[in-house]
């Protein structure tokens, strides 16, 4: 048994046993990896819609067509856990007509919005996702509409303004353009938009992160105590 030296791809110098097994350079490898990546982008294809404001606006305070406050509101569907909250009292859920200046009108179609040019708007997800996304319109003369993704602890994953080659310029009735933010993993547990008035309805997720079942566990951990037995037994031989 002697000490041996090995620079990884990103010039770290690793100095490890010559009986290192493959699992554990395999995991001091892995710590040397770049952080994960994140895009901005304008489809929404292979995403699935988790949103349901319809439901959260009838059932809390409102007249149905207008639900202020900050919330927070359950606003998921099919299962999925999503929460809505916001900064500014002014902030809404609505039904009815909503103007975005010279980006037309939104009218008839549940959406979730900042309604002033400084609120912020939240979705919390209760499982972490690796892409989000949303239909979104503005105001162009009111602030600088901006989507954000967050992690589990809250750190900022990534931020985009929606100005420039990814804004949005629509003059129809419940017209808009998706624009989400995709991770390079399952990182993402929330999603903001701030300024400029903006407007967001269904929200769409990918790459959900998945919990195993006990039983898939408990499978798993007998599989690898087998064969942790098996390389003692061969060892002693």
Known sequence: MYWRT?????????????????FAFA???AATAL?????????VSGMTQVTDFSASCRNGNGNGYYCFGTGPRDVGKDGFVV???????QSLIGFDVYHFVDN???QGIYYGATNT???????TFATAVSSVGAIINYSPKNGTPTIRAFDASNNVIATFGLIGPASITTTGLNDGAFRGISSSSANI?????????IA???????GLTTVPEPSTVALTGVGLLGLIVLRRRTRKQ
């Open 6 to 22: 090995l620079t990884t791809p990103f010039g770290f110098t690793l100095v490890f046993k010559r009986q290192l097994s493959l």
């Open 27 to 29: 995991a001091l490898f």
């Open 35 to 43: 952080p994960a990546q994140s895009l901005l982008t304008a489809t």
């Open 83 to 89: 929460q809505y909250s916001a900064t500014s009292a």
């Open 104 to 106: 037309g009108d939104w």
């Open 117 to 123: 040019d400084n609120s912020v708007v939240r979705f």
């Open 189 to 197: 547990t929330a999603f903001e938009i701030t300024g400029g008035f």
């Open 200 to 206: 967001t309805q269904n929200l769409s997720v990918s």
